[in-house]
């Protein structure tokens, strides 16, 4: 069933545990996390990038998750835009079936990220469709912008308070220490997120916060690339711990998109190097499919969102 963040997120907070987000591109991503929803009768999110309106389309995304939303009436379905650029990106996702918006416009001065996060609150809700903003910068690539390390800046509690009250957003994301893709922090560093400062935003803003770039890069999936044939080098996300400490800080959405390719990638190269005469593409798309809902069922674990339907 297709819903909005609303509920969900009141419950997760409560219970201090989060619902995962997953970024989805095809339909192997969407069955795959279905799967794993369904098995542990956990709510989810589907988010779709302007990466993925672009590769498969947003009239395709939109009929495939209506299709799991069918499919699956039991689970409560998040279909959200991630990283929406501009106000005429989220007026169009809100026209056409999205339950969720996420308005970026941390790339914009702070006056400017306010108004038009206003503008799309302001639409949204008249339409009954819910809204993510953004205040703090990720390092990584964001918006296809390159955020160089150092460049990025953690969000201020002060500053969050004053941007919810200005706009009413729903939901917040913040930057504390996590960045977008497969290498978030060096192979030898100590991973740290600051979590006081989640705590202190979340006391002030009394609305659920978003962890982005949280995936944790899971090494079983970086050696099994590695050990059939690819080089992925150097990669380090965020301990799985610390995605579980987030949940007690007032976080209720945590965005994952990087795992997912890491887990399609190994299962992928594996299938293809163990069946080097097969071709029914079925073989590897399955295989890849099925690494997508045994990684899911295990962020849900993680997330603690297991049976909270
Ligand atoms: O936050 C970004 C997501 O990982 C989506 O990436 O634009 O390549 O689909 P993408
Ligand atoms: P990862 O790259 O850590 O999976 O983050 C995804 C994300 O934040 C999507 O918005
Ligand atoms: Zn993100």
Do not use: W
């Amino acid at each position: 069933m297709l819903t909005t963040s609303t509920e969900l997120f009141k419950k997760a907070i409560a219970g201090k545990y989060a619902i995962g987000a997953f970024n989805v591109n095809n339909l192997e991503i969407i069955q795959g996390i279905m799967e794993g929803a369904k098995e542990k009768q956990s709510p989810v999110i589907l988010q779709v990038s302007a990466g993925a309106r672009k590769y498969a389309g947003s009239l395709y995304l939109r009929r495939l998750i209506e299709a799991a939303a069918e499919g699956n009436p039991e689970i409560p379905i998040v279909f959200h835009l991630d990283h929406g650029e501009d106000f005429e990106v989220c007026k169009d996702c809100i026209d056409n079936g999205f339950t969720s918006v996420m308005i970026d416009g941390s790339k914009h001065s702070y006056e400017d990220n306010v108004a038009l996060t206003k503008k799309v609150v302001d639409y949204a809700h008249s339409k009954g469709v819910v809204v993510e903003g953004e205040l703090g910068r990720l390092e990584g690539m964001e918006d296809n912008i390159k955020v160089e390390a150092g460049q990025g800046s953690y969000t201020d509690p002060q500053q969050a308070l004053d941007f919810v009250k200005k706009t009413g957003v729903d939901s917040l994301a913040v930057a504390i220490g996590t960045s977008h893709g497969a290498y978030k922090f060096a192979m030898d560093a100590n991973p740290k997120l600051d979590f006081e400062r989640c705590q202190a935003i979340s006391d002030l803003v009394k609305i659920p916060l978003v962890l982005h770039g949280a995936s944790s890069v899971l090494q079983n999936f970086v050696e099994e690339i590695n050990a059939y044939g690819g080089a992925v080098k150097g990669s380090k996300g965020v301990p799985e711990a610390m995605i579980s400490e987030a949940t007690k800080h007032g976080v209720a959405k945590v965005n994952i998109d990087t795992d997912i390719r890491l887990a399609m990638t190994a299962a992928t190269r594996k299938s293809l190097k163990e069946n080097p005469d097969n071709f029914d593409v079925r073989k590897f798309l399955g295989a890849a499919r099925t690494a997508v809902t045994e990684m899911v069922k295990h962020k849900i674990d993680i997330l603690g969102s297991a049976g909270k339907i």
